[in-house]
């Protein structure tokens, strides 16, 4: 019997003004997902490694206050076959531009009540973004 590894992240939502959300696409990656990762051993909280995460991948400051936690959430790994990703997800605001930095292939901005056809990991796809269409952000 195989039992599925967890991989513990912190994620985050970023949403702009007409309430679309932020989403990333690893190097390498076929999917769509929430900027973050995995905390690292020095990180004092998980807005500290929210904070370096999206500094890490699209070059962006995180305003530490205002931060809203959103809840805990599970679905299979999206770049990690036989891994389940637990993420803490927290709506957070931050200083752009949004540019993707090196680990980062590309940024866009979903409509979450419009995804499409867009390949978006399940995490996202079945947990955070249908969250963000039963409450639409500030600016929406
Ligand atoms: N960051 C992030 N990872 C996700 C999401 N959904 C999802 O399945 N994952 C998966 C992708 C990977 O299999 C795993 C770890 O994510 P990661 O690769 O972003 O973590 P990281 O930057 O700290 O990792 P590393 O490559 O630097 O070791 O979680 C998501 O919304 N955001």
């Not at 959430?73 to 076959?81: H, K, M, Q």
């Not at 993420?87 to 540019?99: I, L």
């Not at 419009?114 to 947990?127: H, Q, V």
Request: charged share 25%; proline share 6%; with cysteine.
């Amino acid at each position: 019997m195989s039992v599925a590894k967890t991989i513990r992240i912190v994620a985050a939502v970023i949403r702009d003004g007409q309430g679309r959300v932020l989403l990333v696409r690893k190097r390498g990656a076929a999917v769509w997902q929430q900027p973050g990762g995995k905390r690292d051993a020095d990180d004092r909280d998980d807005l500290h490694t929210l904070a370096r995460e999206l500094h890490e991948e699209l070059g962006c400051v995180m305003q530490h206050e205002g931060a809203r936690w959103l809840g805990r959430f599970s679905a299979p790994a999206a770049n990690e076959p036989g891994h389940v990703v637990e993420a803490e997800v927290y709506e957070v605001t931050a200083n752009g531009p949004f540019v993707a930095q090196a680990e980062i292939e590309g940024v866009c901005w979903v409509v979450p009540a419009m995804l499409g056809d867009l390949p978006i990991a399940r995490l996202s796809r079945e947990f955070i973004l249908p969250l963000l269409v039963a409450s639409p952000g500030n600016g929406s």
